[in-house]
């Protein structure tokens, strides 16, 4: 099992930037891929960024590459999601989930699906005011 637990949302302004990070515990072993995801209302949980334990691999929705760096601290089991530039757009329910065994040949289009993540944190709210 692994636990995840989100902060650093919050009402900004638009043009601002937040940090988000995520607290994992338990079971995060050396293959752990850690991501972000987010869900505004009345739409689909949609990819942000995903990172590999190592870092050798990350990958972004097209649209926020650049913009919303993702990093991670395996002494700290801490993800980070770095958001700039912020837009009423980007006002959301932030996730953050983990793959604890993801396959060894896995893509891009595995890790930016939703449904391939077994753990996942209560999420926190990001609101942008334009």
């Known amino acids: 099992q692994i636990q995840l637990v989100e902060s650093g949302g919050g009402l900004v302004q638009a043009g601002d930037s937040l940090r988000l990070s995520c607290a994992a515990s338990?079971?995060?072993?050396?293959?752990?891929?850690m991501a972000w995801f987010r869900q505004a209302p009345g739409k689909e949980r949609e990819f942000v960024a995903a990172?590999?334990?190592?870092?050798?691999?990350?990958y972004y929705e097209d649209s926020m590459k650049g913009r919303f760096p993702i990093s991670r601290d395996n002494t700290k089991n801490m993800v980070y999601l770095q958001m700039n530039s912020l837009t009423a757009g980007d006002t959301a329910v932030y996730y953050c989930a983990a793959d604890a065994n993801p396959p060894t040949a896995a893509t891009r289009n595995y890790y930016t699906s939703p449904r391939n993540y077994d753990y996942w944190g209560q999420g926190t709210q990001v609101t942008v005011s334009s």
């Open positions: 990172i590999t334990r190592g870092g050798a691999s990350i």
């Open positions: 338990g079971r995060t072993g050396s293959n752990t891929v």
